[in-house]
């Protein structure tokens, strides 16, 4: 068993492999975080009764 550069491929394909499921880990952090906003927008507005442009810009733009 060899050491020293020919296994730094090896190391190589593991921080990729590591970093690729991290970046996947945290995309499905964001979907969800991105749906629970959508979801609470919309039972605000069917609470309130204003829109989620209205919500988001505090009625500056033309909303209710």
């Not at 996947?24 to 605000?44: K, P, S, W, Y």
Request: hydrophobic share 40%; net charge negative; glycine share 18%.
């Amino acid at each position: 068993m060899t050491s020293g550069s020919g296994d730094s491929w090896y190391q190589d394909v593991a921080a990729a492999q590591i970093q690729s499921e991290r970046r996947q880990g945290a995309e499905r952090l964001n979907g969800r975080v991105a749906m629970l906003g959508f979801v609470i927008g919309l039972l605000t507005e069917a609470i309130t009764g204003q829109g989620i442009v209205s919500q988001v810009t505090f009625g500056f733009f033309g909303g209710n």
